[in-house]
């Protein structure tokens, strides 16, 4: 809900000022007006500005993105001061994203403040307060020159630098003193450390320890209540699957915009709270907590770390990064399904718990996991329990910041058919180092032991040299402390004896060798002289002496340090002349530095080699990388990073060409320091050079040599392998691996006459080369075969010609491997070869394909053996490219069709026939409609009418009619729909126990001749209706019944394309519509009728020749005279026509149906009651 309240801004004449509250926390929104108009919104932040601790002289970028309609004008400002100076404050909007930024190249320490962003439109404003902390690095002459306050260093770095109550490394302590990171840790450590942290810190007074715990507990508590409400959920640093190391914690600060701060062994340490920000530090906050990342882990990044909220310390935690390394690395691991794999390492240094990584994921000790430890602590173990496919993937140790990985492939176990269950456990483990690890871990135990003697023994003798040296000063015998060299400063008078200077003083700087200052001079001649030190007399304070050589006097200042940086003068009765001493350091490296640099670094092709030199404090220098002597630039392929504290170089996607020298060079103004590497990409090898020499090739006996490779990939080449292939197959066969110093061959397993192709490769360390391969060699001489007999036709077809020969008498004493055909066409000289001789025809047949229909070829054929193919056969005869004569004949044709009015009519027909039939389509042996539409293709007829009809119904042939002969086929097509329900149902009752159903019939009974009936009953005992009768052609059907029930029938049409609707009768049975019976005493019952047919003629159309059947039934009393008409001719006394009249049906049979019987039949019943009649037409087909 939005929360409104009026207030006192400062807003235009007219315009309220209503507070907001914005979705985004710490957004303050200032409404204008009371109502906004729809579709319209006051201006609001969807990505506000982050509080930012930037270094000084880095980019600072603020970033906003605002949002509301109309667009809002963004502007920024901070509080003390302004951002008009275009040179420090840039302002810009990218369209794409949205984005309003700030931008500060160059940030220095006096840009600190708080800024604000405003957004603005005609409905409203939107604020948002945003922290910059710089922090002011190093300490500058220029500035301390400007200070005139601070004229100590130690006070001037307490200026320019913020600093924690830990002291730097760099800072010693007084003797007996505890280091303040002891109380440090201690103050954010669980319970169960102390005990360890005390003996780290050599603390023994643990009651002491804890009281003093107690009361700095209280004191930091009270300073934490000014800023901070609430602290929990501490999670100290620890190294991350990803190889980065974080802690966090759970922090409620009273003011959200509290400044919070880090630091790193008491030095303040700049951090992005920008995730798009990618910097070493990281801080991001997640509601009310704090994750500290710190990426691209260095041994340099070990220290004890502090947040800071304001000045009140808030959490320490002790990051360790012990120098450890890799002796054995994880190798990969090939398992079967249920079985174990055995990852294993060996460490350089003892480390009683490492981290196990699983795809991304930590793992831990459980019922999947087994992790181990050996007593020495070197050696450690993971086993993967019960291996399964979802296991499979890249396992990870990390040692520290030292990480080793491997793959475990799992693959499917299909030896065991377990029928779908799930197959049993392996006993079985897979994987392991392939080393003897206890060997290894003896030996750098040994090794570990001596190293940790000779460190003993080199204390004893510093500390005995201590004892010696302080018994020694104590005796006066030394005069000045230390073994540091000496500072001359040389003053020359000349011979003359001329008052003033003849030459002035120059300009000395004294080089710093690790103990002292070498010496500087200062030279003139003087005739008099006296020296000053910045405008002071020197005295012996200064530890400095004056010394007289002829016209050249000398001073001299021991052990100078850079306090000794002055302004010296030299002063000769009424002259004088000055000279600047500067005091300084060649650059340098740390002995065990430079001795791990020296190293060389081998990686693989297209790994990345990394090079990292530690630098420890010094004067400002310059660095530079050289491969060569050639100097390397960041971009490309190499990055160069230079630190403060560290320089490294990384070359990606190594080449073997990459291989060479590597150098650091630092250099500042006393001098340079150069060290020494070398970067070693090694690569599996180039093949062998060739050609290959064929020394022997006899029938038993082939012999090769062949040369080593020009490129070695920068490792030894440790053997070669041949691999063998017999011409024509497709396996090759490793028939020998010589050690590297031989270079042939012999090949004794050779048959004579055939070819063999060798492949030679090369292998060293990193694995195989490619191949260096051969031709094909024969063993022996070439003996070819000889001509088959000319091949035979066996068919023809427009588009294949069939043929066969038989194999020649002489195979040229080798198997035949196959044939090669060739063909020509008629009036040409070119034979075309339709197979290669590498890809033989293995049978004595063969179906050429590659031919034009009607045009004429001729063929021949070679044999094929080891030594190639032979000469070819005498040609066959000429055999032209076509189909030999077939009668016409249709293939699986379809007689019987049922279509539903309205839809298409689809005949299709295939057929063969050679040549090309002619088709003809007819209808009830007439030429089909010319709007039927006759669609003609190769082998295929189709007849389609778009809408059918009733009138579409008949007998459809098709004709095909060639040279070779005549076919036809008939296929009768009946053009239906679903039939109407017949009309209103009777129900009579004449006889007891008896009813008579009588229906009107369906209307499309006259247009069907294939219409009928079917009826159904269902009587009180049951639910279930019963067909009774079914394909009836007459309009009424007697069914028996029982007194004492209701009946219920339905009558349906029913023709091909199924049943009509149900016509309903009504209800037969008690009390309902019963016909009483009348008494035979009451009436005579007379059965007297007029003449009725109950089934009429059908429609006929026999072919010529066949029988016929024609019959109807007629109903009537006294029974009727039944009299036939052919075209109104009576046929009762035709001899040709068989008729008879039995109870009520009458029949008329043709034996042979001719053109004579085409016409109208018609049949008449008469009776004393009345007349009845009935037709039909006959047509004969030919």
Not at 568 to 579: K, P, S, W
Not at 617 to 632: A, M, N, R
Not at 657 to 682: H, P, Y
Request: aromatic content about 8%; hydrophobic content about 35%.
């Amino acid at each position: 809900m939005w929360k409104k309240s009026k207030v006192s801004d400062q807003t235009t004449t007219g315009q309220v000022g209503i507070k907001k509250k914005s979705k985004v926390p710490g957004v303050m929104i200032t409404q204008f007006i009371e109502e906004i108009p729809a579709e319209k919104s006051h201006p609001d932040f969807i990505r506000k500005p982050i509080a930012l601790t930037i270094q000084e002289g880095k980019l600072a970028i603020f970033k906003a993105i605002v949002v509301g309609d109309p667009i809002p004008t963004v502007t920024w400002a901070r509080n003390n001061g302004d951002i008009s100076d275009p040179q420090k404050y840039q302002t810009k909007f990218d369209p794409i994203s949205g984005e309003h930024t700030i931008e500060m190249p160059n940030v220095s320490p006096d840009q600190a403040d708080t800024y604000k962003c405003f957004a603005t439109n005609e409905f409203g404003k939107a604020m948002v307060i945003v922290m910059l902390n710089v922090i002011k690095v190093g300490f500058k002459k220029n500035k301390a020159n400007q200070e005139s306050t601070a004229t100590d260093p130690n006070e001037l770095k307490a200026v320019l630098k913020r600093r924690s109550k830990v002291r730097p490394k760099t800072e010693a302590r007084k003797d007996g003193e505890i280091d303040p990171k002891f109380w440090e840790i201690l103050l954010s450590a669980d319970k169960k450390d102390y005990e360890r942290i005390c003996a780290e810190y050599g603390v023994t007074d643990f009651r002491w320890m804890l009281k003093k715990l107690n009361e700095m507990k209280r004191e930091r508590e009270q300073e934490q209540a000014e800023f901070v409400k609430s602290i929990s959920n501490l999670k100290h640093i620890d190294v991350n699957p990803d190889g980065s190391a974080s802690f966090e914690l759970d922090l409620n600060l009273l003011d959200a915009s509290s400044r919070i701060f880090i630091y790193k062994d008491g030095e303040m340490i700049p951090y992005s709270q920008d995730l798009e920000v990618e910097m070493k530090h990281s801080l991001n906050q997640v509601g009310k907590k704090y994750i500290f990342t710190i990426r691209d882990l260095f041994p340099d990044d070990a220290g004890l770390y502090q947040l800071d909220v304001e000045d009140v310390n808030v959490f320490s935690t002790e990051f360790k990064i012990p120098v450890v390394d890799f002796l054995v690395k994880l190798k990969d691991v090939k398992a079967m399904e249920r079985e174990d794999a055995i990852f294993e390492c060996v460490l350089s240094k003892p480390l009683s718990k490492i981290m196990w990584v699983g795809k991304n994921n930590r793992l831990e000790h459980g019922d999947k996991y087994d992790i181990t430890v050996s007593e020495d602590k070197l050696i450690h173990r993971l086993i993967v329990k019960d291996c399964m496919q979802v296991d499979k993937g890249i396992y990870a140790a990390v040692a520290a910041i030292k990480s080793s990985n491997a793959w475990l492939i799992v693959e499917a176990d299909n030896s065991l058919d377990t029928k779908g269950k799930k197959k049993p456990r392996k006993t079985t483990q897979a994987g392991g180092a392939g080393v003897d690890l206890a060997k290894i871990a003896a030996e750098q135990q040994v090794k570990l032991q001596k190293e940790r003697d000779e460190r003993i023994a080199a204390v004893k003798t510093a500390s005995a040299e201590k004892e010696a040296a302080g018994a020694v000063d104590s005796s006066g015998s030394a005069s000045f402390p230390g073994d540091g060299s000496r500072a001359e400063e040389e003053v020359r008078r000349d011979g003359s004896g001329d008052t003033g200077l003849a030459r002035s003083v120059t300009d000395t700087r004294g080089k710093d060798t690790g103990k002292g200052m070498e010496s500087a001079d200062l030279a003139g001649n003087l005739k008099g002289s006296k020296s000053n030190k910045d405008g002071k007399k020197l005295s012996s304070k200064d530890q400095a002496s004056i010394s007289k050589d002829g016209g050249t006097q000398k001073l001299a200042i021991q052990s100078s340090k850079d306090s000794d940086s002055r302004q010296n003068q030299a002063e000769v009765i009424e002259c004088e002349t000055d000279a600047m001493t500067t005091a300084g350091d060649l650059p340098k490296f740390d002995a065990d530095d430079l001795h791990k640099f020296s190293k060389n670094v081998v990686v693989k092709v297209g790994q990345t080699a990394s090079f990292k030199m530690p630098l420890p404090p010094q004067d400002p220098t310059e660095i530079s990388w050289f491969k060569d002597g050639t100097e390397l630039f960041d971009g490309g392929s190499i990055k160069v990073v230079k630190d403060l504290n560290q320089s490294r170089l990384q070359i990606k996607d190594c080449l073997q060409s990459d291989s060479g020298e590597i150098k650091i060079q630092l250099k500042n103004t006393f001098g340079t320091a150069e060290a020494f590497s070398r970067l070693i990409v090694v690569d599996k090898p180039g093949p062998p050079q060739g050609p290959v020499e064929v020394i022997d090739s006899s029938s038993s006996v082939i012999e090769l040599k062949w040369k080593p490779p020009s490129d070695t990939g920068c490792s030894e080449v440790t053997n070669y392998l041949v691999e063998r292939q017999q011409v024509g197959q497709s396996m090759w066969k490793k028939v020998c691996d010589n050690s590297a110093d031989r270079l042939s061959f012999r090949d004794r397993n050779v048959s004579h006459g055939k070819k063999y192709t060798y492949r030679i490769y090369a292998e060293n360390s990193e694995g195989i080369s490619d191949p260096l391969e051969t031709e094909g060699i024969m063993a022996g001489t070439l003996i070819y075969p000889g001509q088959p007999a000319p091949p035979k036709v066996v068919s023809t077809f427009k588009n294949c010609i069939n043929l066969t020969w038989t194999p020649p008498e002489k195979d040229g004493g080798t198997k035949i491997l196959g044939y090669q055909l060739e063909k020509r066409k008629k009036d040409t000289n070119h034979w075309v070869t339709l197979n290669l001789a590498k890809e033989p025809i293995s049978a004595l047949k063969y179906a050429v394909k590659d031919v034009s229909e009607g045009s004429e070829y001729e063929f021949r054929v070679s044999a094929i053996n080891m030594s190639g193919p032979g000469e070819p056969s005498a040609p066959s005869a000429m055999v032209c490219a076509k189909n030999p004569n077939i009668r016409p004949h249709f293939k699986d044709p379809v007689d019987f069709m049922v279509v539903r009015a309205g839809n298409s009519i689809r005949i299709k027909v295939n057929y063969e026939g050679s040549p090309q039939p002619d088709i003809t389509w007819l209808k009830n042996d007439e030429p089909v409609s010319p709007w039927v539409n006759i669609i003609n293709v190769e082998e295929s007829s189709t007849l389609v009418i778009p809408s059918s009809n009733y009138s579409d119904s008949g007998v459809y042939t098709i004709m095909a009619k060639n040279s070779s002969g005549q076919s036809s086929f008939d296929i009768e097509v009946r053009v239906a729909d679903q039939p109407k329900p017949p009309g209103p149902v009777v129900l009579e009752q004449v006889v007891y126990g008896k009813v008579i159903i009588t229906w009107t019939p369906s209307p499309d009974q006259e247009k069907d001749d294939r219409l009928h009936y079917m009826v159904a009953e269902r009587d009180s005992s049951t639910r279930v209706w019963n067909t009774i009768a079914d394909r009836l052609f007459c309009n009424t059907y007697t069914t028996s019944v029982q007194p004492g029930r209701e009946y219920h029938f339905r009558i349906y049409a029913k023709n091909d394309m199924g049943l009509s609707d149900a016509s309903k009768s009504p209800t037969w049975g008690v009390n309902e519509l019963r016909v009483p019976l009348v008494p035979r005493s009451a009436a005579m019952i007379t059965l007297e009728r007029p003449p009725s047919i109950l089934v009429p003629l059908k429609v006929h159309s026999p072919p010529q020749g066949f029988q016929l059947y024609m019959t109807c039934a007629v109903r009537g009393f006294p029974t009727p005279n039944v009299t036939w008409y052919l075209n109104n001719i009576c046929i009762n006394s035709n001899n040709s026509y068989y008729i008879t009249n039995a109870c009520g049906v009458c029949s008329m049979y043709i034996i042979r149906v001719g053109p004579e019987h085409s016409g109208e039949y018609k049949v008449v019943a008469v009776n004393p009651f009345g007349k009845a009649e009935c037709s039909s037409k006959l047509k004969v087909r030919d």
